[in-house]
C-alpha cells in the first residue's frame, strides 16, 4: 500500500469517531441490529488501511463500465494576467506525458533539469538520459515552469516589457 502512515492514522482516527463505542458480546448481532461495535486502535488502523486499500484498488482499476474517466493533462503557466492579449504568447504548459510524468513545453521546446530549453525529438528517438532530465513529477514540473516564466521572451520583449506596456 502507498498510503503515507500519517494517512493512515488520520483516517483510523476518523474510523474511531464515527464507531460509537458500546460494549457487546457479538459483534455480528450488534452489527445485524445496526448497533455500534467497539474498535481498539489497532482495528481502527486496520480498518483504516483496508480502506486506503480499497480507494487506491478502484483509483487503479480505472472508471467503472460505461463512465468516462477525467484527468487533467496540461496546466497552463503564465506570468501575465490571464486576460493579458499576449498571454498566450508567454505561457508554457506543464504536460502529462505517461505513467506520472510531466514535459515543461514553451509548445516547441522541453524544459530540463538544468533550466535549460531543448528540442524535442520524436518518441521513438528519445533517449532514457533525455527522458530523466526532461520528466518530472507533477510537483517539479510546476514549480520549474513557475520558476521560468517570469523569464519567457517572445521577440525581444520580456515579461517585463509587456507588463510594463500594460500600465501605459
Known amino acids: 500500500m502507498n498510503s503515507p502512515p500519517e494517512l493512515v492514522d488520520q483516517v483510523a482516527a476518523r474510523i474511531r469517531d464515527l464507531v460509537r463505542i458500546h460494549p457487546g458480546h457479538n459483534a455480528t448481532a ?28 478502484a483509483r487503479a482499476a480505472g472508471p467503472a463500465p460505461g463512465t468516462a474517466a477525467i484527468r487533467a493533462t496540461r496546466y497552463t503557466v503564465c506570468a501575465l494576467p490571464e486576460d493579458n492579449v499576449n498571454a498566450r504568447h508567454f505561457s508554457l504548459y506543464v504536460e502529462y506525458r505517461g505513467r506520472d510524468r510531466w514535459a515543461v513545453s514553451d509548445g516547441f521546446l522541453c524544459l530540463g533539469n538544468d533550466g535549460e530549453w531543448e528540442y524535442e525529438s520524436i518518441p521513438s528517438e528519445r533517449a532514457d538520459e533525455w527522458l530523466a532530465t526532461h520528466r518530472f513529477d507533477l510537483d517539479t514540473a510546476l514549480n520549474l515552469a513557475r520558476a521560468a516564466a517570469p523569464k519567457v521572451t517572445v521577440n525581444g520583449y520580456t515579461v517585463a516589457d509587456v507588463l510594463a506596456r500594460a500600465d501605459r
Not at 35 to 41: E, H, T, W
Request: proline letters at 4%.
Open 30 to 57: 450488534a452489527l445485524t441490529e445496526g448497533q455500534p461495535i467497539i474498535l481498539s486502535g489497532r482495528e481502527a488502523e486496520t480498518a483504516a488501511i483496508a480502506a486506503l486499500e480499497a480507494v487506491e484498488e
